[in-house]
Structures are given as C-alpha cells and as structure tokens.
C-alpha cells in the first residue's frame, strides 16, 4: 500500500501565511475587518484588473450578495449553467427565484446556443445569467456577453473554480455586470474557507457591503429599514489570501503542467478525451478531467483508491438533482453524458509530476 496519499486538490500554503498571520495578531485585529482584508481585496484588484472588491465569508455568499443587489426576486427567472456545482445555485433559492438550467455544449460550458434558445422560450424575460467557467476552464464568454446586453438580461460570471484563466488576456470574472471568486479549501488558491465579489460598478459593491455586514442603516445607533447578513472575511483568513495570492501564478502553471503530464501519458489511449480549453483563452486547469467513452469511470476510481489516490465523478447536473426535479431546463444530453463517463483527476500542486505515474499506470491498464 502506498502511505503517502494523492489528494484531488489539497490546500498549498506559500510559506508566508503564518508570517502575515503574526502580523494580524499583533495589530490584535483578528475579528472581523482590518488591514488584511483591505489588501486583498486590493490584490485581487490589481491581479485581475477589475476595479472593486469584496471579500466574503464564501463563493456562495458573493454570489448571493450579487443576485441581492441586482434585486433578483420572488417569480424572477435566473438561468443558470445546469453543469455546475450546487454553490452556483442555492442563492437563488435564497432570493426565492426560480432557476432556469441551460446544458452545456462541446466546451463542456454553457452552451450559447440553448442559452437563446432559453431566452426565446420562456414566458417571461430572465433577470440575470449565472454562468460557470467550469474546472478553471473558460466558457464562451464572448458570446454569452453579447447575448446577456442584447437581451438586457444581468450577468454574473462564476469564477469559483477559474482565478486566474483568461479570455484574450483578460481575466474571467471580470466580463460580467458581477464576477465572483471562491477560495474554499479544495480551490486553486485557499483562505480556509472564503470568496470575493468583484465588479467595475462601485455603488453595486458598496450596496453589496451594506448587506454583507447586517445592512446597518448609516446612523449613530443600531438602524435596520431592510434584511442584511452575516457575509463578511475575517482579517485572518484575508492575511492567508494575501499570501495566496502572491503564489496564485506558480499554481496556475503547476496546474497546467499537472495537465500536460497527464495528456502526454494518456494520449495513446483513444477512449479519452480531456476537457477542451476554448480559443483564445488560458484555464487555469484547476482538476484535470476527462471522459471514457467504454471504461466506467467508477471503476477507475476504485483502483485509484486502492493506490491510495483520490478522483471524482465530474459534477452531476442540476437539472437531473432532485431539488430541481420541477424546474425548467434546456437541455440536450451533453452534460448528462459528460457526468456519465467523466473523472476528476487529482491536481495536486504541491506533488512532484513523476509522482502522478501512480495514476496515470491505473488508467493504462484498464483503458
Ligand atoms: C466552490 C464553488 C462554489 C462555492 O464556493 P464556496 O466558497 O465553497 O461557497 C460555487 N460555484 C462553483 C462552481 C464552485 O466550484
């Protein structure tokens, strides 16, 4: 048995963290806000390029505080990409809207196509869009842009599992009217637990810290004319994002190299294919994935497991979750087939890629 574990996407401390950490204890500011927090929200500004940030206790808090202040309701419809993780979802339950799933297309992302096609159906005109760019990979961006103003319909681009990817030299999550980060501890980069709304709208991000921190009417006593949260990142775990952060390009390049390692081993094998990277854009390969058109992906997990290495089914659907089993969804079998015959390999960046052979040798004997 081997000892030494290969996990999916384990956390990948830089070696700073602590230091900034004892610099946060000696401010004694360890509870909510402070000098950290500030300065990563700068520099996710600066890296990405957008002009405001939030940092938020998660991703699915950014992107409930996104839908909040684009004022997305009760009876309001926000389309979604259905090939997702449930984080990209579950605000809009909490808004009381009604998601509309749309499937994928050969990107594995949202297909534009049906995303029309949506627009064109439904009875009434979606308030906003929530696409994911999925596994670090770009979705149609572009396109999706385009067809989101031409249809006046609010854009928030999922940028969970993408810091770092690129769209012609621009970073994803910055092209929508919100773009929101996650730096839970299985992402590229990790504070623990904690995410970041981004927009070049300054009220909307100002709106957006009102109700991250309990919408505390501007008055010398405690004042509420409407419902706000508890939303916000805590000072030390910003200190462990600004160390993050400083790495951020180094895992996005072990990433890849993961990637590549993997592509080059696998590539004699015709049943595989790995998820495709649009033109014009840089993933930051976050999980390397792929697909088996005749192996069952369970049971390359069960031999993985039994060389004590950790891999996972690709994301099922929402449209095929039974929460959403009475919702609306435009779909053609993509996605369904991808969660069919899909894996996540691990990604670890902290691992050396000869290491990765323990994998690779699993999938060449039962492919
Ligand atoms: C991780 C993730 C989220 C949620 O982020 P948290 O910080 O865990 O709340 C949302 N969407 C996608 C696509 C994710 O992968």
Known sequence: MYKQRIFLSPPHMSGKEQEYIAEVFASNYIAPLGAFVDRFE????NYTGIDHALATSSGT???HLALRVLGVGEGDFVLASSFTFIGSIAPILYQNATPVFIDSDESWNLSPYLLKKAIHNLPKKPKALIVTHLYGQMA?????????REND?????DAAESLGAT????HSGTFGDFGIYSFNGNKIITTSGGGMLVSSNK???EKAKFYATQAKEPMPYYEHKEV???YRMSNVLAAIGVAQMEVLDERVKKAREIFSFYQNELQTIDEIEFM???TGSMGNRWLSTLTFSKTNPSTIIEALEEVNVESRRLWKPMHLQPLFAKNIAFVDGTSEALFQTGLCLPTPTNVDLSELSRVTEVIKDLC
């Open 42 to 45: 700068d520099s996710a500004c």
């Open 61 to 63: 808090a950014a992107i």
């Open 140 to 148: 149609k961006i572009e396109q999706i842009v385009d067809i989101c």
């Open 153 to 157: 319909i609010y854009l928030i681009e």
């Open 167 to 170: 769209y012609k030299e621009r």
């Open 203 to 205: 009220e909307w991000i």
């Open 228 to 230: 706000g949260y508890n």
């Open 276 to 278: 495709p990277e649009i």
